[in-house]
């Protein structure tokens, strides 16, 4: 005959075995993600971020559309979403919008992990990139003509690790002088969680 003590402890176990097994299927599950970034924003006036969030989607990634101004998709949609679920979210806009939501996501301990300055001078394109050190082969071969550029840094975007440290980074491209009010640049970025 079993006790009433016998069956609570071995129900308890049971349950704390069911809890740990699930708990490290989560999180082996976020960490072998094929699809790193879960929502990507692109300025939607911009030939080369349509294009941009274009690639991202055909990635599975969510595509959230600016005007130039990140400030209302911050405090309507992406602020809420990003403390509910952390995550990271990837971007290509002009510099003002890439500021300010650097600046908005140490709010919410956030922090930019990825950057890319892009010169447009024609048909060519010249990159400051400041990344992952794991990615800086990755990141020397960046086509520097108009075509395919775009698909290029999405790719090298995709590879990036949430874990990343700031510590461990590179800047490719460190002769490309990028200028405040150059109207011919776009900026890639990537921001995660800040983990300690």
Sequence with gaps: MHSRRLFLQTSAAAASTILAASRGLAAGALKDRSRPIDAIVFDQR???CRDFADEAVRHGAEALGIRGDISELWYTDLRARLQA???IVAGLTL???AYHLRAFARDIAYQEIFRGDHVLDGRQVRHRVSAPTS???TAERLPETANGWVRAVTRLMSEIDADSKLRD????G???HTYSDDEHRLVSWVIAPIYS
Excluded: D, K
Excluded at 169 to 172: D, H, I, W
């Design 46 to 48: 911009l030939g080369a």
């Design 85 to 87: 679920n952390p995550t």
């Design 95 to 97: 510099e003002p919008a």
């Design 135 to 137: 990615l800086e082969t």
């Design 169 to 172: 980074r590179t800047t490719v």
């Design 174 to 176: 460190a002769h490309v």
